[in-house]
T-cell receptor, first 111, second 114 residues
Framework: QKEVEQDPGPLSVPEGAIVSLNCTYS??????FMWYRQYSRKGPELLMY????GNKEDGRFTAQVDKSSKYISLFIRDSQPSDSATYLC???????????FGQGTRLTINP | GAGVSQSPSNKVTEKGKDVELRCDPI?????LYWYRQSLGQGLEFLIY????????KSGLPSDRFSAERTGGSVSTLTIQRTQQEDSAVYLC????????????FGPGTRLTVT
């Protein structure tokens, strides 16, 4: 079983829709989670990070961790065409410095 | 300030040749990481440097891969006797310290082995 699993999509939604991106993780000891956004032919850009459970909001983006189900989510409100990218979830896993990534979900926002 | 930079941005090489990829981390960041991103495998950790400590090489796929970091700053990833399966995007990241989990990535080097 992979440490982090993510549906690769692709996911296509109309502009203005609420987008929900999700990952599951295998180990309940994982505490720290990150979301990266990657535009085509660019490096991943750190979007948000959360620690333990709960929600964290930044503008149109909300990151959520549900430790009981080992589920992490990223919500995008009022989605824009400029949000079209691949979104990757990541965790340092068992406290190691290296990040373990999900496969990434390719998102397209249609004008 | 300036982000992580990598060079070259693209590299095409013939099978069997050696290649060197360079990474300049964010100034002041003490931790440096190399990852590889390929279609089938996603983003995979290769190697991690922190200060003068011995690097964590646990992700290097074979002994054809090596990396060094000089003066605690610039790093070079070397792939010897390249194979077609080495074709991927090689990404470098840095973080402020080993306890700062947030890593900041460079634009990557796209390596194509023909």
């Amino acid at each position: 079983q992979k440490e982090v699993e993510q549906d690769p999509g692709p996911l296509s939604v109309p502009e203005g829709a609420i987008v929900s991106l999700n990952c599951t993780y295998s180990n309940s000891a994982f505490q720290y989670f990150m979301w990266y956004r990657q535009y085509s032919r660019k490096g991943p850009e750190l979007l948000m990070y959360t620690y333990s459970s709960g929600n964290k909001e930044d503008g149109r983006f909300t990151a959520q961790v549900d430790k009981s189900s080992k589920y992490i989510s990223l919500f995008i409100r009022d989605s824009q065409p400029s949000d079209s990218a691949t979104y990757l979830c990541a965790t340092p896993g068992r406290g190691a410095q290296k990040l373990v990534f999900g496969q990434g979900t390719r998102l397209t926002i249609n004008p | 300030g300036a982000g992580v930079s990598q060079s070259p941005s693209n590299k095409v090489t013939e099978k069997g040749k050696d290649v060197e990829l360079r990474c300049d981390p964010i100034s002041g960041h003490t931790a440096l990481y190399w990852y590889r991103q390929s279609l089938g495998q996603g983003l995979e950790f290769l190697i991690y440097f922190q200060g003068n400590s011995a690097p964590d090489k646990s992700g290097l796929p074979s002994d054809r891969f090596s990396a060094e970091r000089t003066g605690g700053s610039v790093s070079t990833l070397t792939i010897q006797r390249t194979q077609q399966e080495d074709s991927a995007v090689y990404l470098c990241a840095s973080s402020l310290s080993p306890t700062a989990y947030e890593q900041y990535f460079g634009p990557g080097t796209r390596l194509t082995v023909t």
